[in-house]
């Protein structure tokens, strides 16, 4: 049948790097503006492009087109009463998207925008039903990974008011970190003009952190690199414990759920995969998936290890959650998440 879709390897002008040093660990070395400027215009006619963030890759499409958000519905295989966080440039355009917005969440926006970190809030005229899944609340989320940056500002110069992004898998999947595996997962489902762009591994390889600033107080729906503690140093409010608040939130997605069985922290039968911190040594007989060094690691590699399972026709997965809090409390979220069916 031959490519139906274009990917195209974005190359990054290191001068621009001014925030994530870190992302040339990646393999991101120089820029082809052009490219991104196509993607802009590719997003501005209707098309979808996923596009890499420092959390996972996201699928976009033109917010305020009906038509392409219903595509990012079809591609995925995802209810449509599932809500989609808007990607902007700048904190700027917040008041564009959400209004009656607390003093709490501005100092959130201003302390960790551009970042892993979205903020659900009243909605706007601009935000329509096939966004917020006819909720009266919208996800904002201003990332800061390079290329979804130049991509927002191009789309942005090209009239584009905010770009729709799930995370870019099929409903219920785990989210992929590298172009190739949008490619695998999204691949057969994309159309010709829609694009992958590629900006190699996600520097922190968990979604972002969704806190509901619809209330008095702030209150984490999905735990994430913007942890409990950085949001509570911050607006000084007692967050409560987030682990119960995430499990009893009925809009998230139940699972974040490679093919293979996972077990926490489980005996471990020969033939199985093993994910665990390095320091803990690979039971006799298993197939070790990922030696993460430490919490950040762990994070970076999780998903990765997980589609490596299923690539390679593992049927059990055992893990042992890292402990702790901070990011430790985001992976145990989603590894609950994988493990609960
Ligand atoms: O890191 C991320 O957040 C990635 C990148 C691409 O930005 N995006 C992402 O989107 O993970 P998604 O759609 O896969 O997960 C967003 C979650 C969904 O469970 C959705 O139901 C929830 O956020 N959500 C979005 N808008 C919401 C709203 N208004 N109220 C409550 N939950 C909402
Ligand atoms: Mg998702």
New binding site residues.
Partial sequence: MGTRWVRVSVKLDRSKLVKWDDLAMSGVIECTEDVIKKAAQALKDGNLVAFP?E????LGAEATNERAVSRIYSVKGRPID????I?VSSINLLKEWARAIPDYALELAQRFWPG?M?L?LT?SNLAKNFI??S?E???I?V?AQPIARQLLLEFEKLGGQGIA?????RFGAV?PTTASDVEKELGNFLSRNDQILDGGQCLIGL??T?I?CTNPKPVI??P?AVTSEMISNLVGADLGSNENKVKT?G???LHYSPKAKVLLGKTVNPGDGFIALASIRTPKGAHRLASPSDVEGYARELYIALRSADRQGINTIVVIPPEGTGLAEAIRDRLLKAAGR
């Fill in positions: 963030t959390t996972v890759y996201g599932h809500p989609l966080i990607h892993p979205t659900i909605r917020t899944g909720q609340s919208v996800g989320r990332p992004a799930p995370s870019a898998n989210s979604e972002s969704i509901d729906l999905r994430g939130s809009l998230l997605e």
